[in-house]
């Protein structure tokens, strides 16, 4: 022992100290500081308003060059021509569809990027909690709903719907048949559950939740997800839902 003891101490001094740590401990600090990162998430939150607004506008103008020509590039041409398709299955998939696609690929995209698994970095997680919990509150659901309504009626006159309100609607409730019913059913249960939510209450949250609490994971998301729907009355009615899908999201780990 003792020999071993002094032929260490010999090695220490000839190579100017004591042995280099091993390079998992060098890079465990990095990785940590790596963990935390929490700017993908406000630069995506940045981004994605001005990206789905460039992609839909891109869509919708091909599609009117496509259909009508350069004539309706004017803009009582536009407005005319979007008019004329706000009730039709077209309508349908060149007003939603566009903006729905884009959420749900900078979603995956983004958590391709993450050095963390791709379900992981979504949010898309074994829940905690039993399946009765989980049934009581996606029954809860609807409730919060009414309640988005009630809060909306605080700042507008509900029965007076926004134009943006009444084109939404217009879209919805003008569809008919089998292939109506089932673009209506996609475009406007489905795809936002699964784009919005990914993006919002997935990538967005998750980035967030490394360094913030509920303000920063679950409020600031939520204020996002309104802004999103670029109405003023859809905007404030959605601000609850968001939160509660915030709070879900947390809750279920």
Request: proline share 6%.
């Amino acid at each position: 022992l003792r020999l071993e003891d002094s032929l260490n101490t010999t090695n220490e001094e000839r190579s100017g100290g004591p042995p280099a740590a091993s390079s998992g401990e060098e890079l465990e600090p990095q990785a940590t500081a790596k963990s935390l990162r929490t700017w993908p998430s406000w630069v995506a939150m940045l981004l994605i308003i001005p990206g789905s607004l460039a992609v839909s506008t891109v869509v919708l103008i091909a599609v009117a060059i496509t259909m009508g020509g350069l004539e309706l590039l004017s803009e009582e041409g536009l407005t005319g021509w979007i008019q004329e398709i706000s009730s039709t299955r077209l309508g349908l998939l060149v007003l939603i569809a566009p903006g729905q696609a884009f959420f749900l690929c900078a979603a995956f995209g983004l958590a391709a990027l993450s050095p963390e698994p791709n379900l992981r970095r979504l949010g898309i997680v074994r829940p905690r909690g039993s399946i009765k919990t989980w049934t009581f509150l996606a029954l809860g659901t609807p409730v919060i709903q009414f309640g988005s309504l009630m809060f909306a009626g605080l700042f507008f006159d509900t029965n007076e719907p926004s134009e943006h309100l009444q084109m939404i609607s217009g879209l919805i409730t003008s569809q008919s048949g089998f292939i109506g019913i089932s673009l209506v059913f996609l475009l406007a249960a489905i795809s936002p559950g699964l784009s919005e939510e990914l993006f919002f209450r997935g990538f967005v949250r998750v980035g967030l939740s490394r360094r913030h609490r509920f303000f920063g994971a679950i409020f600031i998301p939520a204020l996002m997800f309104a802004a999103v729907h670029m109405d003023r009355m859809h905007s404030t009615a959605v601000f609850p839902l968001g939160l509660w899908f915030g709070c879900l999201a947390w809750w279920s780990g």
